[in-house]
């Protein structure tokens, strides 16, 4: 009988084990691909937010001839401070962080934004032309992103995430410098509202 007792309590221990999960926070479903490795929501821990404009270096360049690709290299800086002025603006607006700002030292208890352009992709003008938001995501106009949020004390890795921002499909024919800006501010607004969800 007391055999038979000990194996149920075991059972029930490993299955509410189970349940139980590793005490991780629910992905925020807002971005393309997101880890979470927080247990507890960012304002438990955290009262500065530093976002370091994410680098270009390496970044895939798709469905672009070397004119074009030239043009692109000259607008890098100006889409990378459109993602960057973006963040701050709407963290600022959507959480309670004490401190929100762009490229400084983290002092205080601060979490830091980074990450990189994986890819601009011009798409493919006669497949938006007559396909426009219906077209498959590799012959539309976008940028793809990764990021992760840091400790800026330990380093330790709190977030990660990737994503392709399409949209703002204003230029069919001819270079997309205005269209990759427009996807920047959209892009910056949706990793704002990921840090909201775990603010």
């Not at 926070?25 to 955290?46: A, C, F, I, Q, R």
């Not at 352009?117 to 938006?128: D, L, M, S, V, Y």
């Amino acid at each position: 009988m007391r055999q038979m007792l000990a194996a149920v309590i075991v059972t029930l221990c490993t299955v509410v084990t189970g349940f139980a999960g590793d005490g991780t926070l629910s992905k925020p479903d807002v971005l393309g691909e997101e880890n979470v490795m927080l247990t507890e929501k960012l304002s438990k821990n955290y009262d500065t937010f530093i976002v370091r404009d994410f680098s270009t270096e390496g970044a895939e360049i798709v469905n672009m001839n070397d004119e074009e690709k030239g043009k692109l290299a000259e607008i890098k800086p100006e889409i990378v401070k459109v993602l960057t002025e973006s963040i701050v603006k709407h963290v600022k607006k959507e959480t309670a962080f004490k401190t929100v700002a762009s490229n400084t030292t983290p002092k205080g208890r601060a979490v830091v934004l980074e990450g990189k352009f994986t890819r601009f992709n011009a798409g493919h003008g006669a497949a938006k032309f007559f396909l426009g938001w219906v077209a498959p995501e590799g012959a539309k106009t976008n940028i793809s992103v990764s990021g992760r949020l840091v400790d800026s004390v330990t380093g330790k890795e709190l977030a990660t995430f990737n994503d392709t921002r399409s949209g703002g499909e204003g230029s069919t024919m001819g270079f997309v410098g205005y269209v990759y800006r427009v996807q920047a501010k959209d892009q910056g607004e949706e990793i704002a509202e990921f840090i909201k969800e775990l603010y």
